[in-house]
T-cell receptor, first 111, second 115 residues
Framework: SQQGEEDPQALSIQEGENATMNCSYK?????LQWYRQNSGRGLVHLIL?????REKHSGRLRVTLDTSKKSSSLLITASRAADTASYFC???????????FGGGTRLMVKP | GAGVSQTPSNKVTEKGKYVELRCDPI?????LYWYRQSLGQGPEFLIY????????DSGLPNDRFFAVRPEGSVSTLKIQRTERGDSAVYLC?????????????FGPGTRLLVL
């Protein structure tokens, strides 16, 4: 079963705009992770936010976590064409030994 | 340092054949994971190794799928009697194995096509 469910499924914006992707999850987690994937190949880890954190920044990325609503959001500011990719949220299972992913948000940034 | 590598990058085989997919994790990482990703979907967990042992193989879809990690480093995912539905990208990831839920580092994947 999926732990994360991303929304929207697809997002198209112009370069320079901000992109916001949302993730909802089902069970309690000790952290939530965001990954990026280009062209259906390897995933690159972007950011990990722990359950006791509400917001985290990394460069142009900002992640929020609301454990009461079981939701997270990823904001990419001042987007670039190179940000075009699929973005996934993932949460570890109770044993913490594997990640369950949602279907991803496919972001297209037009130059 | 070197990241996770996977070979081959692409594999085309015929229905009913046997295939082996290889994963070289980051040196020193004791945890290794296999995932399968179908087109337009997120990765789905297959199996997790801690050292040489399969700590969780609950994601393997059936007994045609098997994975080994005999020396606690390289892992091989083996698929017997392949079916067209096995076509997908097979992703391997590793992590230090120090704590549950830690960041996983993914390889580029092997794209398997079963004709």
């Amino acid at each position: 079963s999926q732990q994360g469910e991303e929304d929207p499924q697809a997002l198209s914006i112009q370069e320079g705009e901000n992109a916001t992707m949302n993730c909802s999850y089902k069970t309690s987690i000790n952290n939530l992770q965001w990954y990026r994937q280009n062209s259906g190949r390897g995933l690159v880890h972007l950011i990990l936010i722990r359950s006791n954190e509400r917001e985290k920044h990394s460069g142009r990325l900002r992640v929020t976590l609301d454990t009461s609503k079981k939701s997270s959001s990823l904001l990419i500011t001042a987007s670039r064409a190179a940000d075009t990719a699929s973005y996934f949220c993932a949460g570890p299972n109770n044993a913490g030994n594997m990640l369950t992913f949602g279907g991803g948000t496919r972001l297209m940034v037009k130059p | 340092g070197a990241g996770v590598s996977q070979t081959p990058s692409n594999k085309v085989t015929e229905k009913g054949k046997y295939v082996e997919l290889r994963c070289d994790p980051i040196s020193g990482h004791t945890a290794l994971y296999w995932y399968r990703q179908s087109l337009g979907q997120g990765p789905e967990f297959l199996i997790y190794f801690q050292g040489t042992g399969a700590a969780d193989d609950s994601g393997l879809p059936n007994d045609r799928f098997f994975a080994v990690r005999p020396e606690g480093s390289v892992s091989t995912l083996k698929i017997q009697r392949t079916e067209r539905g096995d076509s997908a990208v097979y992703l391997c990831a590793s992590s230090p194995g120090l704590a549950g839920g830690e960041t996983q580092y993914f390889g580029p994947g092997t794209r398997l096509l079963v004709l």
